[in-house]
């Protein structure tokens, strides 16, 4: 048993607003927002000094239920509001949160260039392969099998592979959770904050009322067999084998943090002249 | 749903050994802290529920787990008493339960918007019981310290009386119908 060593300055509680979420009772996102405050409280931080930016959905709410500096953006566009804000504010920790159909597919352009940009951001998916807040129909993760009211035979198309893009496109930290097992989740979001650069975090979130069955995902998730590794090709070969629930760090890369250019100097005015003159 | 009351009396916690010099750092005081988190994460998730069961419109449910929240917030407090504590220890995340959940949390997965009291004490039962075999393992394994032996022990005996009296308070309310969670105006468009 580890020593309770240190005392917490803030506890998770102090990164909870008095706001009640309202996602449906049994719904995963309501663990991946205690995991969230959890690993804030695990890494000393301060609401002040934390900023959670989100786009539409129902796991897109998070930022009002947290106590950190909060933006709820335009669908799909969460990635490019928090690389904006972190390039603007550097001081700031910022963590960008969202479900699969507004990462994946209305932001999945932004998906694609924030893992290449490479900002010092946290990126937390709450994955359950469909559309919830607009009553159910099939998302880039949904499996082309699953038939539903809205998508009769299914989809038919091969469900997006989120984590082998994130490592194509360049993110420098990729990892995979449950929303059952909230340490194991809190555990990884802190990691993902510490390590440098882009950190993609999908976290597999039931949604009980359209995907009733992915309350079976308690017993097919395990842990990744093997270490993260820093060899991309390595990452690459095991994410292309993966069975979608292997949970754990599953790449940790070393490629540099971008850094934006010290601003310049504004230019007076007759310089800007000087600029147009023909 | 049940127009009958739930329960209101909060299970006593027996006073441990009050006024006994406690160790600051050591076996005792790290099985203490986690014995305080234990209680803690119980609290925040039974608050966490009524919560939920607030914003669907269940209102006695609500009701019942705010008191059950209020129970192992007092509990937690006790400890921080106990030891002498005053603040809370760090709840590491390094920490590892049998399972992803400490002992005595519920999963958020358990809950339905139309639960009523049975079903809200059934999962109040579950987490007693499943603290219960957690304190007793400690208790009787051959490498626990002696005194972390003696305490487990009796948290152990105390979540057995907290059973005993969650399954009296089963007795008090009505059972749910077979067909409790059939509501007239699902989210799920039907055929």
Not at chain 1, 21 to 32: E, F, H, L, N, S
Not at chain 2, 82 to 94: R, S, V, Y
Request: aromatic share 8%; with cysteine.
């Amino acid at each position: 048993m580890n020593a309770p060593a240190t005392v917490a300055a803030l506890t998770a509680q102090d990164f909870k607003s008095d706001y009640k979420p309202v996602w449906c009772p049994g719904c995963g996102d309501y663990t991946v927002l205690a995991s969230i405050t959890r690993a804030l409280a695990a890494l000393n931080l301060r609401p002040e000094n934390v900023a959670v930016v989100s786009g539409i959905g129902c796991s897109s709410r998070i930022p009002a239920y947290t106590t950190c500096y909060g933006f709820h953006g335009v669908h799909g566009r969460a990635l490019a509001a928090g690389t904006g804000l972190k390039v603007a504010r550097p001081d700031l920790t910022v963590l960008v949160a969202g479900g699969d159909g507004d990462g994946y597919s209305i932001g999945g352009n932004h998906f694609l260039h924030a893992c290449r940009r490479n900002v010092d951001l946290t990126y937390i998916v709450m994955d359950n392969h469909v559309y919830g807040m607009t009553k159910g129909q099939p998302s880039p993760t949904t499996e082309p099998e699953w038939k539903s009211k809205l998508s009769p035979g299914g989809t038919g198309l091969r469900e997006f592979h989120p984590l082998v893009i994130a490592l194509a496109a360049g993110a420098n930290f990729i990892a995979r959770g449950f929303s059952g097992d909230p340490s194991g989740t809190a555990t990884l979001i802190a990691e993902a904050v510490r390590h440098p650069g882009f950190s993609f975090v999908e976290v597999l979130s039931p949604c009980v009322t359209f995907r009733p069955e992915q309350r079976a995902w308690k017993e097919a998730v395990h842990p990744a067999p093997v270490a993260p590794t820093e060899d991309p090709a390595r990452a690459a070969r095991r994410l292309m084998t993966d069975d979608g629930f292997n949970i754990g760090v599953l790449y940790k890369g070393s490629r540099p943090a971008f850094s934006p250019a010290a601003p310049k100097a504004p230019l007076s005015p007759s310089d800007l002249e000087k600029d147009f003159a023909l | 749903m049940s127009t009958r009351k739930a329960p209101t009396k909060a299970p006593a916690k027996r006073k441990r050994a009050a006024g006994r010099a406690r160790p600051a750092a050591g076996p005792y005081a790290d099985f203490m802290a986690r014995a305080y988190v234990m209680e803690v994460d119980a609290a925040e998730r039974y608050a966490d529920f009524a919560d939920q069961m607030d914003v669907h419109n269940n209102p006695e449910v609500a009701e019942l787990f705010r008191k059950l929240s209020r129970i192992e917030a007092l509990h937690a407090k006790r400890i921080l008493e106990e030891m002498g504590w005053k603040q809370p220890p760090h709840a590491l995340l390094t920490w590892r339960w049998d399972a992803p959940e400490p002992p005595e949390t519920a999963a958020h997965s358990e809950v339905h918007y139309l639960m009523q009291p049975y079903h809200a004490l059934q999962l109040a039962l579950r987490n007693e019981q499943r603290a219960e075999k957690f304190l007793a393992r400690i208790a009787r394994a051959p490498k626990t310290p002696p005194a972390v032996k003696r305490a487990a022990a009796e948290m152990a005996g105390e979540e057995r009386e907290h059973v005993r009296l969650i399954q009296g308070w089963m007795k008090r309310v009505p059972k749910p119908a077979k067909d409790w969670d059939r509501d007239p105006d699902p989210p799920v468009l039907g055929d």
